[in-house]
């Protein structure tokens, strides 16, 4: 995260790996002693003594490992545990990629243990990262509080304490902190003891650090811990607060215990029902026991991430851990057990086994991607949150891996500072779905047998993608799940080392029952060849088909140069739908008439027939296909039309991302009144069930009816749908004239984010003004949250410079990690946009300085901002812009490209689509307006 580019180093490491750790020793165990002052007045002092057993793999004169962001006492560095040891020369640090590099008077001997003891000092600062300080207002007494918490992952470790910071490297560790009596400590493992004595009085006498930290010996403790199992170093964690805790009721042998500030902790209820229930499922599911005696979860104001895994002490930031029952909508609940889900999955996929590298991140994020919908399914049923989660992730994939600037889900590293940009939706998303995918083609039971198998083989060890194709294979073998003439790793290295996905083309010939079939890499520029090809299981059917098909393999070499000629049993006046259940991420194109008989069944009362994958996969596949001009723009706009029957979220949601994609560059221009009308006409009916239209959520506890009303009610202000404003602004000020606002909010839950913007939208300063009061006196993460969004909401262009203004302050408004949050909203909106963009421009340096150069705020604004372009112009003033920007966009290359890539697509579509779409538009309204629609 905050290297950068060259070093030269004699080793025997290839070029393109030389930030890697050379590997003549390696550590088997770390004993921590650490002591840190919570104290701003003493500008967060601490001191530390890393004991790092090692072993000797071959003799050498040098150790190096990492280091970064403290003073180490060179003349106290020792090595020491045989007889006869070398005596440290020199000790020296290398910024560029935090190598500590430690010389010896004579090599160390091969086959040997040794002790490395590096003492060592600073101070913390308020970052996101490493061991740092986070802030909160207690809302009790009005005073601000300070806490310490970690975030190690990926390269943050080596902020925390001298270490080899690879995932290769597992090692137990043992950690004693020192800290003021009013703070509470937690880590990875159990408290074992604690003691009123300076654990690090050997090289840290209370001399010293008693004059730095003002401080007596007496308001101390020392607190040590259990030892770890063995790990990577990215998951050692800890906190230490002034919080309270929670329980979780003892449904299993893991004692779980819920941390927030002491105001919040009544919000920790669901966390403490869900937690449990779901790392008992994962450990039957998995056949593998939970191997901790427990496992704290915290909440934590200043946080990077959403949650972050570590072993034992899951960390996450408030709002995707605390849930209020009054305050927290179903969305919420949702991510909540998604996010909680997802890091105890986790436990198995990263800690217990850890990809090699970090080239290999997707076996950790798409394993615990997929598996929290497993989690979640367990424990909440009725939320569907497989099928769900399964659209959702397949729909991601579709919008990134289009672009030629995408990456492969196995990725070659050749720099450290690219690997927080693999922490992308093509590690998460595409990793999950093709995960599933496997799960589907091979059989749930054969499946988890070759999981377990491979979590019991590579348990506190490291594994590579072919480690787990050659456990499938192992049970696909003896089960028969694959043909015989292939294997799990001839069909997934085509899917994991390649970047994109395909398009696979149907042509049929209706008198014989026959289709031809090829295959080519889907982009948006249809004319850059690609040689790309893949393995794909064809799930099909036939409109009269009531028995699960059988599946049909494409292999990579069908398809390709000829078409593949396939004989099959649907009549020649019945559909046939491919990847009806969304088995592998691609995409179709049928020939015209195909498409006519889908769309025949699809506008009729009987769209049910087709399963709501199939019409996901349909709904995506013709608005992508007409936005490239591979389908006729009519046939999409008929197909969509069926929308108005739809009874289900997610078609709904599809067919509306779509639309959203050509709302995104018509909404500046003169004719978005007509596609407007359009998306009227689609959304009416179903507006008016519920939400907004009624005032309220009807069928509250129905995640898919609340999901339906919430997303209709929001399309339906935007989109002019009579009498949607007035609702929301007519709630709006029902709530301000409320008496104890906070404490009262006659707005139903799930409906506020909207009503707020648009009460913000049609008001004043004063609007604006009263919202933010009731931000800042909510102690609920997701009311604040969702404040926040409304608060960008404004249409004055001088409060929006002011919000934006606040992102680059320390003040009490907005915690750190939220205010990229804030100008990507700005972006987003209408009038904002101009004023974001200005911002962007005259103020990147500052920005920079405010995320505390972390590099993922700056690739979340600088896509949301390309991501709205429409000209050439906006482009060519961002290119140059750039040109001059260059050193402070270097950690978001990758986004950046992509970004750029997202605005050629939408520019060339204007110049080129539009026309042609509002032709079709204008034809199907006139045509559609004189008959039932
Ligand atoms: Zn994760």
């Not at 990263?350 to 080239?359: A, D, E, F, R, Y």
């Not at 994991?496 to 042509?507: A, E, I, M, S």
Request: charged fraction near 25%; charge should be negative.
């Amino acid at each position: 995260m905050e290297l950068s580019l060259f070093l030269f180093i004699v080793c025997s490491v290839p070029v393109s790996h030389q930030y890697l750790l050379p590997d003549h020793v390696a550590p088997s165990h770390y004993q921590l002693r650490l002591m840190y002052d919570v104290d701003p007045n003493t500008n967060y002092s601490f001191y530390g003594v890393a004991d790092i057993q090692i072993s000797t793999k071959k003799a050498t004169s040098k150790i190096i490992l990492h280091a970064q962001n403290y003073m180490i006492s060179e003349d106290k560095v020792s090595v020491v545990g045989q007889k006869d040891v070398p005596k440290v020369t020199g000790v020296k640090l290398n910024d560029t990629y935090n190598f500590l590099e430690i010389t010896l008077d004579k090599d160390l001997e091969e086959n040997k243990n040794y002790t490395l003891i590096i003492p060592f000092y600073g101070n913390l600062m308020r970052e996101l990262d490493g061991v740092y300080i986070s802030a909160y207002k207690d809302k009790k007494n009005g005073k601000t509080e300070y806490l310490i918490a970690t975030q190690f992952q990926p390269i943050s470790a080596r902020k925390g304490f001298p270490c080899f910071d690879e995932p290769m490297f597992k090692s137990t560790f043992s950690l004693v902190l020192g800290h003021s009596k009013e703070y509470t400590a937690v880590s990875n493992m159990p408290l074992a003891t604690s003691s009123l004595d300076n654990a690090l009085e050997d090289y840290w006498p209370w001399d010293v650090v008693g004059k730095k930290f003002r401080k007596e010996l007496s308001s101390f403790v020392w607190d040590e811990f259990d030892k770890s199992v063995p790990m990577s170093s990215y998951l050692v964690a800890f906190v230490v607060s002034k919080y309270s805790y929670k329980s979780a009721p003892n449904t299993s042998n893991t004692k779980f215990r819920i941390w927030a500030r002491s105001d919040a902790i009544e919000q920790t209820s669901y966390a403490s029902e869900v937690g449990p229930a779901v790392l008992s499922h994962f450990e039957r599911w998995f056949n593998v026991s939970f191997p901790l005696p427990k496992q704290d979860m915290v909440a934590i104001p200043d946080f990077v991430a959403e949650g972050m895994e570590n072993w034992g002490l899951v960390t996450y930031e408030d709002a995707a851990l605390l849930y209020h029952d009054r305050e927290s909508s179903l969305s919420d609940k949702e991510r909540i057990a998604s996010l909680i889900a997802h890091e105890l999955a986790h436990q198995w996929f990263g800690n217990l086994v850890t990809m090699k590298s970090w080239s290999d991140l997707w076996l950790n994020e798409g394993f615990a991607t997929f598996v929290a919908s497993l989690g979640v399914n367990a424990i909440e049923p009725s939320w569907h949150a497989d099928i769900n989660n399964a659209v959702e992730n397949t729909l991601t994939v579709f919008n990134l891996d289009v672009l030629e600037s995408s990456h492969p889900v196995s990725v070659p590293l050749e720099d450290p500072t690219a690997i927080t940009e693999i922490f992308d939706d093509i590690s998460y998303s595409k990793g999950a779905t093709l995960i599933r995918m496997m799960e589907m083609f091979l059989g749930e039971e054969a499946f988890r047998e070759a999981l377990h198998n491979y979590l019991i083989k590579y348990s506190y060890s490291n594994a590579e993608q072919d480690d787990l194709w050659s456990e499938l294979n192992a049970v696909v073998m003896n089960k028969g799940a694959l043909n015989n003439n292939m294997t799990v790793k001839q069909v997934m290295d085509t899917w994991t080392k390649q970047t994109g996905f395909p398009l696979v083309t149907v042509n049929r010939n209706y008198s014989d029952k026959s289709v031809n079939i090829s295959q080519k890499r889907y982009v948006w520029r249809q004319e850059i060849l690609s040689s790309q090809s893949w393995w794909i299981p064809l799930s099909i059917k036939c409109e009269s088909g009531t028995e699960d098909p059988k599946l049909v393999w494409l292999s990579n070499e069908e398809g390709v140069l000829d078409d593949k000629h396939l004989e099959h049993g649907c009549d020649q006046n019945e559909w046939m739908l491919f990847n009806y259940n969304m088995m592998a991420p691609f995409r179709v194109n049928y020939d015209e008439n195909n498409w006519k008989l889908l769309i025949n069944t699809l506008t009729s009362d009987k769209y049910s027939v087709i399963p709501v994958e199939g019409r996901v996969q349909m709904l995506s596949d013709a608005f992508e296909l007409a936005w490239n001009n591979q389908l006729d723009y009519g046939m999409t706009l008929q197909l969509a039309s069926y929308l108005q029957r739809e009874q289900e979220y997610l078609p709904l949601y599809t067919g509306l991302s779509g639309l959203s994609k050509i709302s995104n560059v018509l909404k500046r221009s003169a004719e978005y009144g007509l596609f407007q009308e359009y998306v009227r006409m689609l959304i009416t009916r179903i507006y008016q069930s519920g939400g907004l239209a009624v005032k309220n959520i009807v069928n509250g506890d129905d995640l898919n009816s609340v999901k339906i009303q919430v997303l209709s009610s929001s399309w339906a202000c935007s989109m002019n749908v009579p009498g949607c404003e007035d609702n929301a602004l007519e709630m709006f000020q029902q709530w301000m004239k409320t008496q104890n606002p906070d404490e009262n909010n006659p707005i139903p839950v799930d409906l506020r984010s909207i009503v707020t913007c648009v009460g913000i939208h049609r008001g004043s300063e004063f609007h604006w003004s009263w919202s933010l009061e009731r931000r800042n006196r909510s102690d609920v993460a997701a009311t604040r949250e969702h404040l926040l969004d409304s608060l960008a909401c404004s249409r004055d262009v001088w409060i929006l410079a002011k919000f934006l203004e606040w992102t680059l302050t320390e003040n009490d408004e907005l915690h750190r990690q939220e205010s990229s949050r804030v100008i990507s909203e700005v972006i987003s909106s209408e009038v904002g946009y101009y004023v974001a963009r200005d911002f962007i421009y005259n103020r990147i340096k500052d920005i920079h300085t405010a995320f505390y150069d972390q590099s993922e705020g700056i690739t979340d604004i600088m896509k949301t901002l390309l991501g709205q372009f429409t000209t050439q112009k906006e482009l060519d003033e961002f290119l140059s812009w750039q040109k001059r920007n260059d050193e402070l966009l270097s950690e978001s290359k990758m986004a950046v490209a992509q970004g750029i890539e997202t605005a050629r697509t939408n520019i060339q579509w204007v110049e080129t689509m539009k026309p042609i779409f509002m032709d079709r538009l204008k034809e199907f309204i006139r045509t559609s307006s004189s008959t039932s629609f």
